[in-house]
């Protein structure tokens, strides 16, 4: 599944190509409010939950000057590597190793590795569906996500 979303997440990148900037970061209603802040934060999700089963966790420099399509290309890249790294590392044993996270207010979290893993995928295909709203709302086309159409194993 995360050929699949990295796939998507591609073709979503080569359709933004065809906007122009200010369309990319145009405040929207729902998602992170802009095409560049959705794509930039799905990527953000994927490095902070593979960080939180790392045991170093992987930085990214230049996350906090992430200000057009390119940069979010290169960031996508970066964690991309990251991440198949993290799971071809992965174990029968993986899925329920445990990661306890604290959360802003002070609770605590248990979550099991798979669990996390199936999150990030499921998070970025979420995002995708505010992507394709947004398309027809500027009336271009959007991606197609169809899993059963793709070739992506």
Not at 49 to 55: A, F, R, S
Not at 86 to 111: A, H, Q
Request: hydrophobic share 40%.
């Amino acid at each position: 599944m995360f050929l699949y979303n990295w796939q998507v997440r591609a073709d979503w990148f080569t359709w933004c190509e065809s906007l122009s900037e200010e369309e990319l970061q145009a405040e929207r209603i729902g998602g992170m409010g802009s095409i560049l802040k959705t794509l930039s934060h799905v990527i953000d999700c994927e490095l902070i939950w593979v960080n939180n089963m790392l045991e170093k966790p992987v930085v990214y420099a230049e996350k906090d000057t992430i200000s057009n399509l390119h940069d979010v290309i290169r960031y996508s890249n970066f964690m991309k590597e990251k991440t198949m790294n993290f799971l071809r590392d992965w174990t029968v044993d993986s899925e329920n190793k445990i990661v306890e996270i604290t959360s802003r207010n002070g609770n605590t979290y248990s979550f099991t590795y798979g669990k996390i893993i199936r999150h990030i995928i499921s998070h970025e295909i979420h995002h995708i569906g505010q992507l394709s709203i947004w398309s027809r709302e500027i009336g271009i086309k959007p991606v197609s996500s169809d899993l059963i159409f793709r070739s992506y194993l």
